[in-house]
Structures are given as structure tokens and as C-alpha cells.
């Protein structure tokens, strides 16, 4: 399922249906409702295949019964399935369409106003997911560290530098704030991997982002804090940097 898609840009959909007239309303349906975007209509579930090899979508409008690769066939093959709405004149299959985790089903022959209340639960789902994408990338950038008898949130952005001190560390944050937390320099350094910190001595942990100088020896930050490059962490620096200098 795409995962950068906006609701006001409109959600990625495909159309499937091997009857033409059907696949031509159904096309027409989807680009009357303002917040889909009809990305393909196919007719035929190999078509729609071929498709997604090349790009992601949000959603599909897909008939069951067709020849070669029925819907439900063609939906439980894909490893990683957008938001799904079937629509078929048999209603026999609506049990199996909701093994397959479908969003809604839509009977043959059925009107813009049926069409418009499963689009609406795509709608809604879709919002769904995008929110909880959300909080979990921004969970993504947060440390809870416990601190003075408290579990303390971190944006990891705001923070300037780490100071080993023995089994403990203290988190240096813009606007002056200092945290102490119980924790060895290692564990750290998995959390904020990926994240601009440089271990540049033994004792200190640097995020690169607030680094305005660099020297042989030592590092500035913004604030005007200079801190010690350590001898067998000056590789550390220079990888980091290599791919940056101009």
C-alpha cells in the first residue's frame, strides 16, 4: 500500500473488471468522487498485476468473477494488499470477499449512491492508516528516558549532545535542559542510530546537525560548546563527513 499518498491529492485507485461496459462505470464512478484518483482500469486481474509491479496504489475496485485470475484469487496473492472493494452480481461470494480482509462489497448492478457509501469506508480506512503511519514515525524520532523519578520525552532533534559518565549519561537539549539517565553510551547509540549522531570520543556523542565547526581535535556546536575529539574516533568524523564535503 502506497504510504505517502494525501487525502487532498486524492487516493490511488485501480479498477478491475473484464465486462467493459462495468469497468467503464466503475472508471467513472471513482473520477466523480472527489478524493479518489483512478491511477488504472483494467481489464483483467494480469493487467492489474503488471500494474503494481510498476507503481503502488491505495486502493482497488475489483470484480470476482473473471476469467484466468479471479478477484479473490488475484487479492490473496499479493503480499502486501491495498484497501480492497469488490464488486460482483454473484452475492454467494460476499463471505469469502471478507476472508481476504475486504473493505466492503458492492452487488452488480449498484448505483452511484452504493458506490459513493464504500468509497466513504475506503475514505475512512485510508485516513486510518495514515494516522497511525504518523504517530509511528513520529514515535520514530522520540527517546522516553527515565529521569529524576520520571519517564522524560526526548525529541531526538533537540538533542545537542550525549556525556558518558560511567553508567550514567547525561542528555545535553537545546534551551539549556539537561537530563541524567541511567544507561550505558552503547544502548544509546542503537536508539539514535540513523539519526546524525557521530560518536566522536570516548565520553561524548555529537549531533552532527548542531556542529558548525570541525577541527582536527574538537568539534563546535551552535551554542558555542566545543567538545574533544578522541583519537581513535577521529574515522568516526571522517566517514561521516566524506560524502558531505564539497
Same mark, same amino acid.
Given at each position: ?45 494480469? =493487467? ?5 509491479? +510498476? ?56 448505483? =452511484? ?9 475506503? +475514505? ?35 538533542? +545537542?549532545?550525549?556525556?558518558? =559518565? ?13 537530563? =541524567? ?66
Amino acid at each position: 500500500m502506497a504510504t505517502d499518498t494525501d487525502i487532498t491529492t486524492g487516493i490511488r485507485c485501480l479498477a478491475i473488471d473484464d465486462e467493459p461496459l462495468a469497468l467503464l462505470q466503475l472508471k467513472a464512478m471513482i473520477e466523480r468522487t472527489p478524493y479518489l484518483t483512478l491511477v488504472e482500469a483494467c481489464s483483467d486481474a494480469i =493487467m492489474a498485476q503488471q500494474v503494481l509491479e +510498476k507503481q503502488s496504489v491505495d486502493a482497488i475496485f475489483v470484480d470476482i468473477n473473471m476469467p484466468e485470475l479471479n478477484g479473490l484469487d488475484f487479492v490473496a496473492s499479493l503480499t502486501n494488499p491495498p484497501l480492497v472493494v469488490f464488486t460482483t452480481a454473484y452475492s454467494e461470494y460476499a463471505l469469502d470477499s471478507y476472508k481476504v480482509n475486504a473493505i466492503d462489497y458492492l452487488l452488480k448492478p449498484y448505483g =452511484m449512491l452504493e458506490f459513493q457509501k464504500s468509497a466513504e469506508k475506503v +475514505k475512512r480506512q485510508f485516513q486510518l492508516l495514515q494516522a497511525e503511519q504518523s504517530a509511528k514515525a513520529s514515535d520514530d524520532n522520540v527517546l522516553y528516558l527515565k529521569a529524576d523519578h520520571k519517564v522524560a520525552r526526548v525529541n531526538i532533534e533537540e538533542i +545537542k549532545y550525549i556525556e558518558s =559518565m560511567r553508567e550514567y549519561l547525561r542528555i545535553y537539549l537545546e534551551g539549556g535542559e539537561k537530563l =541524567m539517565t541511567l544507561m550505558p553510551i552503547s544502548k544509546i547509540i542503537t536508539m539514535i542510530d540513523n539519526h546524525g549522531f557521530v560518536r566522536i570520543h570516548r565520553s561524548f556523542i555529537v549531533n552532527m546537525g548542531k556542529v558548525t565547526e570541525v577541527s582536527k581535535n574538537s568539534v563546535k556546536l551552535i551554542d558555542g560548546t566545543t567538545l574533544p575529539i578522541g583519537d581513535s574516533f577521529k574515522d568516526n568524523v571522517k566517514i561521516y563527513l566524506q560524502p558531505k564535503i564539497v
